[in-house]
């Protein structure tokens, strides 16, 4: 909405107006202007705006046109052909894709402003010449130029609805224009009053309610039902594994952190997420009691007793860090209960004339809170991942010796994450700054209220600063999930009686339940709400569960040899998979001699194909409980040994493939990163936003994670996997990643919403496990990695010819999918982040 925050210029009659923007010199002026509801393939709605103004040369601040922007000329005759003569305005709504453009022509310039701003709430929304309306089922178009263009002559208005309807329209309209343009191109050249009623697609007019008690509130109670969902599969598979009998300590001790973490992922559910539902609630029903003020002014303690509650479940060892963590909650406790004394309202809140002190107590007591907050995260992630085996095991400390590395990161934790938190500052501050740029690039910077204003606005963006951080880091607890069922995971692996080459039925619960917080993503937005989004943990969790019930028995390790019908699996040991290495490696050079007699190329050696044909079936005698027995018909001995995996654990396969995965991922994060971060309209999100560095350091990271953790998963289940080769097995655990996608995609197209970049996901997800797969058959092979001048070599011996072909065409497809997809998928962005706009009321919903 359009803010005025002081008139001078604009305060006295109508007559001192025109004289300040010169209207007289407007004689002979032609303007048009267009409006287009953009709503294909959005979510929100965009209002995309072009006002065209042709002036002539006699004008006298034409002149000033032709000046740098931040010159005061350029700004006032820009104001009043934008804005009107007010010196002081700030359009928080209204977006510029690029500066506008001054065209000279032959006795005078043509200026061309485009603008755009979106229908994400109810109100008017003000974008160059238009107000719009954004009502509960009508909207409103409205043509309202300032008031030096009312009089010049108007060539053409067009407005396009999109795609809702146009209820009532006036004046009539002249024409028409495809699909759906209403056009006026008045005779006399005077303004028409266009006013424009359309009535909009609901899943755009549900969009547009963002602040509504029951969009609020379903939208909420949406993303706790996927922490809910967590929480309850938690307490099921603890059950269950308590149920099945604890063996080794480790084992119960990662069985007592889950429990403790899902009381204390309780309370950050209700600490992290219902203060805003409360805050929200409590608004709508006491509008006159300061609840907005109430939330800004709590958050810094909510960030302590969150970062407290983190600390203490990640029990640091170092007294030194325990320290700075009750030094880090004593500002924030005492800015919090005692605001006066450092000249702040008794809310918290920064007045015009709050001393600094007042202005360095807010920004002290911020800091503080959030680096506490991310302390206790930071502990709690280091004791998780100690305890998954991601942290390796303590050397003996050298006496004398320098400290090692790990030593040195938690001695100097606390200052670490302090200038953590000061570049995030930064960052934030940046991003304040050019929003206020943006929405004031035409105030007058000479004007003693310029300053005023900017300085208020800036310290009301730092007072909400703890609330947004808080809503940010709550969208990063899924990495401390994702290591407290992977440290259960590791600690079920290290028990003797399950370090065989497949997991438990207990085990495949956990691995099932690591799935949908690692791996898959929470989709189900539509209309701007996600209402939906909780339920896609358990769409995850039966996809993945779905591909493995289709899969049972139909494993390579699960056929049954020949004459006793055991599974092939209950047959391997230790010294039966170094005899089925060697079988297979020998498995291959017949074929490879097979290959070269075929050929004509037999060279010096007598012996005959049927001589070969002996020795391969000489090669598929295998022995089982029973006595002597024969591999299945429709397995070899190499498909046997791929089968088994790189090495005799399953949990060690699954290491291996996370290392894989996590590198074969690299230029995928980059691509998706660039694609979500900085394509199209998504670069106003991330440059406006006060988290968009740190949104894009976090999408690394998790993307990184997800590729590790997918990996994981194709390695600890490749033996249960169907397939002969790596990319089949990688192509199953795919599906179960898509299938998710599949649905959401299913709900996009309902709702008449974009698909964004689902489809890059789902290609990428599928080529980085198609290359694990394809470097898993590798490894399998590795002891011969000597004999061979190249892996690619050992790879073409491994999977002949044939095979080697498809996988090199089925990788190359990949790719041109994966760039295909990169560079035509429609760009279906919607708006900056709330977090851009410091009128956007409450912090709630940022980050």
């Known amino acids: 909405m359009i803010v005025v925050w002081g008139l001078s210029a604009g305060a006295g009659p109508a007559h001192a107006q025109d004289d300040v923007c010169a209207v007289g010199g407007l004689t002979g002026a032609r303007a048009s202007a267009s409006v287009r509801l953009d709503d294909r393939h959005r979510t929100q709605t965009k209002i995309v705006s072009r006002l065209t103004v042709h002036l002539p040369s006699r004008w006298s601040h034409a002149a000033g046109l032709l000046l740098g922007q931040d010159s005061e000329g350029y700004r006032l005759a820009m104001r009043c052909l934008a804005r009107g003569p007010d010196p002081q305005q700030q359009w928080w709504d209204e977006w510029r894709p690029h500066p506008p453009e001054i065209i000279p022509q032959k006795g005078g310039l043509e200026v061309r402003i485009d603008t755009y701003a979106w229908a994400d709430d109810e109100g008017m929304t003000y974008v160059g010449p238009w107000d719009v309306e954004v009502g509960h089922d009508r909207w409103r178009v409205r043509l309202d130029p300032p008031p030096a263009l009312r009089r010049v002559r108007w060539s053409s208005v067009v407005v396009d609805p999109g795609t809702a309807s146009a209820l009532k329209a006036e004046p009539r309209p002249t024409t028409g224009k495809a699909p759906s343009g209403l056009v006026w191109k008045p005779a006399s050249g005077a303004m028409p009053a266009v006013d424009v009623s359309v009535d909009p697609a609901w899943q755009h007019s549900w969009a547009a309610q963002t602040k509504r008690l029951r969009f609020s509130v379903s939208d909420r109670v949406g993303g706790a039902f996927w922490g809910l969902s967590l929480l309850v599969m938690l307490v099921w598979a603890t059950r269950r594994t308590q149920q099945e009998g604890i063996v080794t300590p480790e084992e119960r001790r990662s069985i007592r952190a889950a429990v403790l973490w899902a009381g204390v992922f309780l309370l950050i559910l209700v600490i992290g997420s219902g203060d805003n539902l409360y805050y929200e609630v409590s608004i709508r029903h006491f509008p006159t009691d300061p609840w907005e003020e109430r939330q800004a002014h709590s958050a810094p303690l909510l960030n302590v007793l969150l970062g407290g509650m983190l600390l203490c479940y990640g029990r640091p060892r170092r007294l030194t860090v325990r320290l700075a963590g009750v030094a880090l909650a004593v500002p924030a406790v005492v800015v919090t209960f005692w605001p006066q004394t450092f000249g702040m309202t008794g809310r918290g809140f920064l007045t015009e004339d709050a001393p600094d002190r007042a202005v360095l107590a807010v920004f002290t007591s911020t800091g503080c809170s959030l680096t506490l907050l991310l302390m206790g995260h930071v502990a709690t992630g280091w004791r998780l991942a100690r305890s998954a085996g991601l942290v390796p095991a303590r050397p003996p400390k050298t006496p004398g010796g ?37 929405a004031s690039w035409l105030s007058d910077r000479s004007a003693l209220d310029y300053g005023t204003q900017h300085l208020q606005v800036l310290r009301n963006d730092l007072v909400w600063f703890a609330t947004n951080g808080q809503d940010w880091w709550f969208g990063q607890t899924w990495l401390l999930c994702g290591l407290v069922v992977l440290a259960v995971i590791r600690a079920r692996a290290a028990r003797a009686a399950v370090a065989t080459s497949e997991p438990s039925p207990v085990d495949v619960l956990w691995l099932l339940v690591f799935f949908p917080v690692t791996v898959g993503l929470v989709l189900g937005t539509y209309a701007g709400n996600g209402s939906l989004s909780g339920f896609w943990f358990l769409l995850n969790l039966a996809s993945l569960g779905l ?129 979500d971060m900085f394509r199209g309209d998504a670069l106003a999100s991330t440059l406006f936003d006060a988290f968009g560095l740190p949104n894009t350091v976090a999408g690394v990271l998790y993307w990184e994670a997800t590729w590790a953790a997918a990996g994981f998963l194709l390695g600890a289940l490749w033996s249960r996997l169907p397939g002969r080769r790596g990319p089949i097995r990688s192509l199953l655990l795919a599906v179960a990643y898509a299938l998710p996608i599949a649905v959401d995609a299913i709900g996009n197209w309902i709702a008449h919403q974009g698909q964004g970049t689902l489809a890059l996901y789902a290609v990428s997800m599928l080529l980085v496990l198609t290359v694990t797969g394809i470097v898993m058959d590798l490894e399998t092979f590795r002891g011969e990695r000597r004999y061979w001048q190249s892996r690619i070599g050992l790879l073409l011996s491994v999977y002949q010819m044939r095979y080697f072909s498809l996988q090199v065409a089925y990788v190359l497809a990949q790719l041109v999918a994966v760039f295909t997809l990169w560079q035509f998928f429609a760009d279906a962005g919607g708006p900056p982040s709330p977090g851009a706009d410091p009128q956007a009321g409450t912090g709630g919903s940022h980050g």
Not at 408 to 425: D, H, K, T
């Open 402 to 438: 320098p400290p090692e590395p790990r030593e040195l990161f938690l001695r100097y934790l606390a200052p670490v994450l302090g200038l953590v938190v000061a570049l995030m500052s930064l960052w934030a501050a940046s991003a304040y700054e050019r929003d206020w740029q943006r």
């Open 547 to 675: 591909v493995l019930a289709g899969c049972a028995g139909q494993a390579v390790l699960d056929k049954p040899l020949h004459h006793s019908h055991t599974r092939l699996r209950e047959t391997i040991d230790g010294p039966a998979r170094a005899q089925l290495l060697d079988r297979a490696r020998r498995f291959r050079e017949i074929h490879s001699e097979l290959r070269r007699l075929d050929q004509g190329q037999a060279g010096d050696s007598p012996r005959t194909r049927r001589a070969y044909e002996r020795e391969l079936r000489g090669l598929h005698r295998w022995r089982s409980p029973s006595g002597a027995d024969r591999l299945p018909a429709d397995v070899s001995v190499v498909d046997a040994a791929l089968a088994l995996g790189p090495h005799d654990t399953w949990w060690a396969n699954g290491r291996l493939a996370a290392r894989v995965a996590a590198l074969a991922g690299l230029p995928a994060t980059a691509l998706i990163v660039w694609a």
